[in-house]
C-alpha cells in the first residue's frame, strides 16, 4: 500500500461533483456514456438509471454503441439510453473515440457521465470485495489503477460531468445521478392509495395504514348497503359525517412531508391503505377523498380498491 497517491501530479480536469448541471429534458432522446475508473461506482450509478427507467447497457463494446444508438428515437420504445463502457472492453475500448467521432458526425447527441475516485478509495474498494483490477495482470492492484487512469485521462477531460466519489456513500452517489437526470416524475415517489377490507387481512405491502371504521357504516342504511364508496349517495354520506372530511385532510396533511422525506431517501413506492370493515363503503370512499386531495398537492396518485366486489 507504499505510495498510494503516486499519480496525483496527473492533471485530472475540473470535477463538478455536486451534480447540479442538468441534463436535457427526458423528453428529448437521449444517450448517456457512463464510464470512469474501475470500483468508482459505475454499476450504481447504472442501476439508478434503471430504476428510473431507462435503457441500461453494461460493458458494452464501444463498436456496437453506434448501433445502439439507432433505438433511441422520438417514436422508439427506447428514448434513454445509458451504456457503461470502460476498460473491461480490453482492446476493443480503444475504439471509444472514434465510436464517438462517428457519433458526431451523424448529430447524435449524447452526453458522458465520469465517475472518479481518489486511488486510496479504490484499493480499499477493491480490497473489500477481494477482485482484481480488471488491468492488474500479475502486478499489484495500484498498478492497474495507474494504467487505467492514464487510459482515461483524455476521455475524463472531455466528460460532461464527473463525479467524486471518494466520500460518497451508495446511496449518495445515486441521489447524484438522480439530480443530474431526473425530471420532478422521475424523483416523486409512485403512490398507491388502496381500500381494503380488515376482515380479508391487512395488506402486506403497505408503508401507512388508515382504519376508518370510526365512521358510521353506510351497510346498515338499506338504501346504500347494495352501493359502493364510489356511488355518489355513500360517498356523500360517508363526507358528510362530522369529522370526516376534517380527517381526510389532516391525514393528507400528515402523509405530505412523508412523502418529501422518500424522496430525499430514495424510496420510489409507496402504498397508503386505508380500511374499513368489508372495504366496501368508507374506506373506498376516504381513499377516493385522499387520491383527490394528494393530486392537488402535486403527486401522481394511483388509486385501487383491494376489496371491492368480494363480498
Known amino acids: 500500500m507504499d505510495n498510494i497517491n503516486d499519480t496525483a501530479n496527473i492533471p485530472l480536469g475540473i470535477v463538478i461533483d455536486d451534480a447540479t448541471a442538468q441534463l436535457p429534458s427526458p423528453e428529448i ?46 417514436t422508439s420504445g427506447v428514448r434513454r439510453l445509458a451504456a457503461v463502457v470502460d476498460v473491461r472492453s480490453q482492446e476493443f475500448f480503444e475504439e471509444l473515440e472514434d465510436v464517438m467521432g462517428s457519433l458526431q458526425e451523424h448529430s447524435v447527441d449524447y452526453r458522458i457521465l465520469f465517475l472518479d475516485a481518489s486511488n486510496q478509495a479504490l484499493v480499499q474498494r477493491y480490497e473489500s470485495v477481494r477482485r482484481p483490477h ?34 460518497l456513500s451508495v446511496h449518495d452517489l445515486s441521489r447524484k445521478v438522480r439530480q443530474l437526470v431526473a425530471s420532478v416524475s422521475d424523483t416523486d415517489p409512485h403512490l398507491t392509495v388502496m381500500s381494503f377490507g380488515f376482515k380479508y387481512g391487512l395488506p402486506m405491502d403497505a408503508d401507512h395504514v388508515a382504519d376508518v371504521r370510526f365512521l358510521p357504516n353506510p351497510y346498515w342504511v338499506t338504501e346504500l348497503r347494495k352501493l359502493t364508496g364510489k356511488d355518489a349517495p355513500v360517498r356523500d354520506f360517508v ?73
Not at 55 to 60: E, F, H, S
Not at 145 to 159: D, G, N
Not at 262 to 275: C, F
Not at 283 to 301: D, I, P
Open 29 to 74: 432522446p437521449e444517450i448517456l456514456i457512463i464510464t470512469g475508473m474501475s470500483g468508482a461506482g459505475r454499476s450504481k450509478a447504472a442501476a439508478t438509471l434503471e430504476d428510473l427507467g431507462w435503457y441500461v447497457v453494461d460493458n458494452l463494446p464501444p463498436r456496437l454503441l453506434s448501433a445502439l444508438a439507432g433505438l433511441v428515437t422520438p
Open 134 to 167: 480488471p488491468l492488474q495482470g500479475d502486478g499489484r492492484l495500484l498498478d492497474g489503477l495507474i494504467h487505467e487512469r492514464t487510459i482515461l485521462e483524455p476521455l475524463r477531460r472531455r466528460a460532461d460531468t464527473v463525479i467524486d466519489t471518494t466520500d
Open 239 to 311: 363526507l358528510g359525517i362530522d369529522g370526516a372530511q376534517d380527517f381526510g385532510d389532516k391525514y393528507v396533511d400528515l402523509i405530505h412531508p412523508i412523502l418529501e422525506g422518500y424522496t430525499r431517501e430514495l424510496k420510489p413506492y409507496v402504498t397508503i391503505a386505508i380500511g374499513c370493515t368489508g372495504g366496501k363503503h368508507r374506506s373506498v370512499a376516504m381513499t377516493e377523498y385522499v387520491s383527490g386531495k394528494l393530486r392537488e398537492l402535486g403527486h401522481s396518485v394511483r388509486t385501487i380498491h383491494r376489496d371491492l366486489g368480494r363480498e
